[in-house]
């Protein structure tokens, strides 16, 4: 559609995240202490809390902010008993939801996040009924204008499954979950700074949203991120420009 823009799309999501900077730290500092009591303190023999780690990194957060988590999470300190859970659902025509939580009482988050879909036009579906429109991988976005040969040339060296270029210029590197740290330790050493990356469960097709059903469901990403137990949200949806 005109006005369609990835890029575009992913700038607005990041400027609102940024936004709610503060209470992103308390969802990373969360998952660190989760993934540290789960697999232990070292982030080089723990994954999880290696991807978490990357994420307080990314989000600016001290060291010193993320080793009191790692330390409070391999004691155990606070006694909390977080479980990941995973919630999807529907948004205004048809968008698909995945709603990935973090919680000590399922039946608060549940209600938190049906409530967040149901107010405004979406519903919350039973499990599976949308996680086959994703696929669950590794990825690396770099803005318009960067060296796309470089990227290719690092990334396919490191593992990477593939190099997408969208028509405003915009560089996608894909990788499987489970070589993400080795593409990302790659392109890291090569200079090359991506704008996003992360663990994610990316859109197979994508569901443009404009008019109503646009300031729906932006409304509808937004309660969900503002949800204390909320860790991420990813959706098939995507705005026209002249809606942001």
Not at 96 to 122: E, F, P, W
Not at 167 to 181: C, F, L, Q, R
Request: include cysteine.
């Amino acid at each position: 559609m005109a006005g369609h823009s990835k890029w575009a799309n992913i700038q607005h999501r990041k400027g609102r995240q940024d936004a709610k900077r503060g209470k992103i730290w308390t969802k990373i500092i969360r998952e660190i202490q989760v993934a540290a009591r789960a697999g232990g303190p070292d982030p080089n023999a723990n994954p999880a809390l290696r991807l978490a780690w990357d994420k307080a990194t990314a989000s600016n957060m001290p060291k010193d902010n993320i080793l009191r988590a790692v330390q409070r999470g391999a004691g155990a300190a606070d006694g909390e008993n977080y479980e990941s859970i995973r919630y999807e659902g529907y948004g205004p025509s048809g968008a698909a939801v995945i709603v990935d939580c973090m919680t000590d009482n399922r039946t608060r988050t549940v209600s938190d996040v049906r409530h967040a879909l149901s107010k405004h036009g979406g519903n919350l579906g039973q499990d599976g009924s949308v996680a086959f429109m994703f696929k669950h991988c590794g990825q690396f976005i770099f803005a318009p204008g960067s060296n796309e040969d470089k990227i290719m040339e690092i990334a396919l060296e490191a593992g990477a499954e593939d190099i997408l270029t969208d028509e405003d210029g915009m560089i996608e590197v894909i990788s499987d979950p489970t070589d993400y740290a080795q593409v990302r330790d790659a392109l890291e050493a090569a200079g090359l700074q991506p704008e996003v990356q992360a663990i994610i469960m990316k859109p197979l097709n994508e569901t443009v949203l404009e008019g109503d059903d646009a300031i729906k469901m932006q409304k509808i990403l937004d309660m969900l991120e503002g949800l204390d137990d909320v860790q991420e949200v990813h959706t098939t949806a995507v705005f026209d420009e002249s809606e942001q």
